[in-house]
């Protein structure tokens, strides 16, 4: 199976695509010479980016202006994943974390992570992987987190939300591969893409060296898609990482993570 049809037919979507990751996936696939869907919510960022790419590289740039965390949003792109040129390869980049513990939170606002960060992915991968399995070729790069591989934030349920993404593209992957169609959660590690500010989230106790490069996790995993891998992982320290919160003991977890982002003290209750 492969992923780069002929230069005509490659065009991919991508979702949360004028910032971080969804934006290095942007700049490297238009290099590599596929045409684009770039879809987030600011119309006037996606137009920048489009005009940019488009005098670099020379590719068709269109953009969908959509909030995914609503049934408009969605709908809006699976239309364009079921019609129209032919999407080789979807990017379900876009995502959200709330920088606050789930006793403090609302349920409004922890349903709107889950339909960004679940529900929307449900959606478009859905959506995309009719028109794939028919051609029998294309393929799907679920953007997840190392974090979904255990309860590491006390308190959130982000990595809880990224747990599913991780499970649901590695059983996906599993129906769809005797039809030449691949689906990989990418499960970075923490990645400089402006990601945690945009959000509130104060990182500045993180060591640099835990820092990825958002061109260098995209370089990994479009390399993994490449090798047939149902999760990526990118980088060694994070391999490990996912390792250990893959099979090491919960009470140890408990007692060994730090992050205090969803913690609560019972003093300020």
């Known amino acids: 199976m492969t992923v780069e049809p002929p230069a005509t037919?490659?065009?991919?979507?991508?979702?949360?695509?004028?910032?971080?990751?969804?934006?290095?996936?942007?700049?490297?696939l238009a290099a590599e010479g596929w045409d684009l869907v770039l879809v987030a919510r600011d119309a006037a960022r996606l137009?920048?980016?489009?005009?940019?790419?488009?005098?670099?590289h020379g590719r068709q740039v269109e953009t969908i202006s959509a909030d995914l965390s609503t049934d408009d949003g969605c709908a809006a792109v699976e239309r364009r994943l079921t019609a129209g040129a032919p999407v080789r390869l979807l990017v379900n980049n876009a995502g959200v974390s709330l920088n606050q513990p789930?006793?403090?939170s609302t349920a409004e606002d922890e349903a709107r992570l889950l339909r960004l960060n679940v529900h929307a992915v449900l959606r478009l991968t859905q959506a995309a992987l009719g028109p794939m399995t028919a051609?029998?070729?294309?393929?799907?790069i679920n953007v997840s987190s190392v974090a979904g591989f255990a309860p590491v934030m006390p308190g959130s349920t982000y990595p809880a939300s990224k747990a599913w993404v991780t499970s649901f593209s590695e059983s996906v992957d599993q129906s769809v591969r005797p039809f030449g169609v691949r689906v990989m959660a990418l499960c970075p590690g923490y990645t400089r893409t402006g990601y945690h500010e945009r959000n509130g989230i104060d990182m500045s106790g993180t060591p640099r060296w835990m820092w990825l490069r958002?061109?260098?996790?995209?370089?990994?995993?479009?390399?993994?898609l490449q090798k047939g891998r149902s999760v990526s992982v990118p980088d060694w320290k994070y391999k490990l990482a996912a390792a250990g919160l893959r099979y090491a003991p919960r009470r140890l977890l408990r007692a060994a993570y730090r992050d205090r982002r969803g913690r609560i003290d019972p003093a300020d209750g």
């Open 9 to 28: 037919e490659r065009w991919a979507l991508i979702t949360g695509a004028t910032a971080g990751i969804g934006e290095a996936f942007a700049r490297r």
């Open 135 to 140: 051609r029998r070729g294309g393929a799907v």
């Open 102 to 104: 789930f006793l403090r």
């Open 47 to 56: 137009a920048e980016v489009a005009t940019e790419l488009t005098g670099r």
């Open 214 to 224: 958002a061109d260098d996790v995209v370089a990994e995993a479009l390399r993994d």
